[in-house]
């Protein structure tokens, strides 16, 4: 059964462009950055993309749709389309393609993420249209590395692999003061993540 962002967004395909939707999307993204979940209006983004509000809740619904739909348009379709014939290798793109974002998307992500605690809609949303796309494209890396012999099919380390990265991503800010970029990714990837998998590749 299709989410509610995948039904706002089918529904958008008739009236707007792909092209027109980013514009939108984009102009989350900036006004986010700015002033973050709180400040963030559907007024705001009106304004910045030239359009009338009644645009926005025609297509989208509400402002935490439309904030889900604008960061997984931002990063998901990047991890979903990973595929370079190897289990190590796509962990090892996913770090490149995860690090690519650090220093401008972690931010942004921690303030979502802060403000999700306090708005269940907007738990709900990201879960749907980000989160779960996110641990999907996990799973089938992780399928395929199961069906090419790499890995155990009884593997227990495969359900958290998802969450061991969006927890490093959130917390390497914490620890160090620094963004968990692509060197620092594909150490981690490398060293905790390929053991546990069983990966007999060397980092």
């Given at each position: 059964m299709p989410?509610?962002?995948?039904?706002?967004?089918?529904?958008?395909?008739?009236?707007?462009?792909?092209?027109?939707?980013?514009?939108?999307?984009?102009?989350?993204?900036?006004?986010?950055?700015?002033?973050?979940?709180?400040?963030?209006?559907?007024?705001?983004?009106?304004?910045?993309?030239?359009?009338?509000?009644?645009?926005?809740?025609?297509?989208?619904?509400?402002?935490?749709?439309?904030?889900?739909?604008?960061?997984?348009?931002?990063?998901?379709?990047?991890i979903?389309?990973?595929?370079?014939?190897?289990?190590?290798?796509?962990?090892?793109?996913?770090?490149?393609?995860?690090?690519?974002?650090?220093?401008?998307?972690?931010?942004?992500?921690?303030?979502?993420?802060?403000?999700?605690?306090?708005?269940?809609?907007?738990?709900?949303?990201?879960?749907?249209?980000?989160i779960?796309?996110?641990a999907?494209?996990?799973?089938?890396?992780?399928?395929?590395?199961?069906?090419?012999?790499?890995?155990?099919a009884?593997?227990?380390?495969?359900?958290?692999?998802?969450?061991?990265?969006?927890?490093?991503?959130?917390?390497?800010?914490?620890?160090?003061?620094?963004?968990?970029?692509?060197?620092?990714?594909?150490?981690?990837?490398?060293?905790?993540?390929?053991?546990?998998?069983?990966?007999?590749?060397?980092?």
């Open positions: 989410s509610p962002q995948d039904s706002a967004i089918t529904s958008s395909r008739s009236k707007i462009t792909p092209e027109r939707a980013q514009e939108f999307y984009d102009a989350v993204l900036t006004l986010l950055r700015e002033g973050g979940y709180d400040a963030l209006t559907m007024e705001g983004v009106a304004a910045l993309s030239r359009c009338g509000k009644s645009t926005l809740y025609r297509q989208w619904g509400t402002k935490p749709q439309l904030v889900a739909c604008a960061l997984r348009g931002n990063k998901a379709a990047t979903a389309d990973i595929d370079t014939g190897t289990l190590a290798g796509d962990l090892r793109q996913v770090a490149r393609a995860l690090g690519d974002h650090a220093g401008h998307d972690t931010p942004l992500m921690h303030a979502i993420s802060q403000a999700a605690l306090q708005n269940p809609e907007l738990m709900e949303a990201l879960r749907e249209a980000l779960a796309p996110f999907a494209a996990f799973d089938a890396m992780l399928a395929r590395g199961v069906e090419r012999g790499e890995i155990a009884d593997n227990p380390a495969k359900e958290f692999v998802a969450a061991q990265l969006l927890g490093v991503i959130r917390t390497r800010p914490m620890f160090e003061g620094k963004d968990a970029d692509e060197a620092f990714l594909t150490s981690f990837i490398e060293c905790a993540l390929f053991p546990a998998l069983g990966l007999t590749e060397s980092p």
